[in-house]
């Protein structure tokens, strides 16, 4: 059923109760399934629609991730009203800089910003202004706040997500997945528009606003520092040797993968890596007989793989085990080693807490966690409101959410609530 004729059932039917609302299956685009633009000809003609459109810009983009290499888009949904649904392949063109001078002054509205707009920036498409559906349904309270889920809240439908996690790197793309496609973009429009009333009710759409600009502004994430020691099974690594075995490897393997263009992990998994540094084989046929080494490059490449090895062998400069940060430390230990910080928190983080949940909101989205551990851990050297607004805004809290979160810390860091008896 298309959304259109949905629309018309929902109208003809008789009220119901959430609980009891039969939902509708989504499966057909009202314009039925796009094709796929891969050509200048056809790139220009979405630009030229796109640009003619009225409203804002309902936008998507679908990436392979554990397939290839990085986090690149390897298709691009866009629909407008005026405009219809444009599926664009990407990977045909040198930069979609046309299609973002198409939607200059426009609304974009995408679901989880943050997953797509990094891998748009890449094809020169950044918005002038935003909407993000999934952290409205987190700031109005939604239990649920998928895209499925956010659709059968407001629209009664249910919404396949079935390829998701597809290799969307495939050509031709099948024809089921186009359809995916284009109705994940079919819907943000109207998701839209009931979001800002459920907000405007509830008296938190400025609060999204603000939220939706902060996440368009952001710095693009830059490089990881040492990303190696995100390897998964490293906390098991106790030696310097078999940690730089371990960073040998993994920047083995990222090389390789790059070259390839294949997701790392499809080469050789994080376990094998990991197994592979705590042996420290000295030749092909001792790292082939290792328990747990293995993957789709592990025989193929095992020459690679003992050279890699060899040569973390051979260093006499050896990482650290680990590395320092200036977070605090575990909340766990604190009543032992400050228990004047252990107070703060525990009574900021109580009180927080309630707000949110007076707010209807997660507490994530009313103050991160990490905030008010940093600041309990080190407050500002005289606790006023206008030290803890300032020390909120440095680590990067919205002006919506110091107004609400400030007075609230600074009376818990002022008088903080005794620490619960230990049993």
């Known amino acids: 059923m298309t959304l259109d004729s949905q629309n018309d059932a929902a109208a003809s039917a008789p009220a119901e109760s959430p609980v009891e609302r039969t939902l509708i299956d989504l499966t057909e685009p009202r314009d039925g399934v796009p094709f796929v633009i891969d050509t200048e000809r056809g790139l220009a003609r979405a630009a030229e629609a796109l640009a003619a459109g009225t409203g804002p810009a309902s936008v998507d983009a679908e990436r392979a991730s554990g397939f290839r290499y990085g986090q690149r888009a390897f298709l691009v949904q866009i629909r407008r009203e005026g405009a219809g649904t444009w599926l664009i392949d990407p990977e045909a063109f040198n930069g979609l800089e046309s299609i973002n001078e198409a939607l200059s002054g426009v609304e974009w509205i995408l679901h989880a910003a943050t997953q797509d707009l990094p891998c748009l920036a890449e094809q020169g498409m950044t918005p002038d202004a935003l909407f993000d559906t999934e952290l409205a349904a987190r700031i109005a309270g939604l239990p649920k706040v998928g895209l499925a889920a956010v659709v059968e809240h407001f629209l009664g439908l249910r919404l396949a997500k079935e390829h998701s996690a597809a290799d969307w790197s495939k050509r031709p793309l099948p024809e089921p997945w186009l359809r995916y496609a284009a109705l994940d973009v079919e819907v943000l429009d109207e998701l839209r528009e009931d979001l800002i009333e459920l907000l405007t009710q509830q008296g938190k ?161 009313l103050l991160q966690p990490d905030t008010i551990r940093r600041l309990a851990w080190t407050p500002p050297a005289s606790v006023t409101p206008e030290s803890i607004e300032e020390a909120l805004r440095e680590r990067g809290a919205r002006e919506w959410q110091i107004k609400i979160t400030s007075p609230i810390i600074t009376v818990a860091f002022l008088d903080p609530d005794p620490l619960p008896e230990k049993d």
């Open 205 to 365: 759409l400025d609060f999204a606003l603000e939220e939706f600009e902060a996440i368009r502004t952001a710095p693009l994430p830059g490089p990881r520092e040492d990303p190696w020691r995100r390897t998964s099974g490293i906390h098991t690594i106790k030696d310097r040797r078999q940690l730089a075995t371990v960073r040998e490897l993994w920047e083995e393997r990222e090389h390789l993968a790059q070259k390839r263009d294949v997701a790392p992990g499809k080469l050789l998994p994080d376990a094998a890596i990991v197994v592979a540094a705590k042996a420290m084989p000295s030749s092909v046929p001792e790292l082939l007989k290792t328990h747990g080494f293995s993957g789709r490059a592990a025989k193929t490449e095992a020459a690679r793989w003992v050279s890699a090895i060899q040569t973390a062998k051979r260093l006499r400069s050896l990482p650290p085990l680990t590395v320092p940060n200036n977070a605090p430390p575990p909340p766990r230990v604190w009543a032992d080693r400050n228990v004047e910080a252990a107070r703060r928190l525990n009574t900021a983080k109580q009180r927080v807490a309630a707000a949110a949940a007076k707010l209807n909101m997660p507490t994530e989205n």
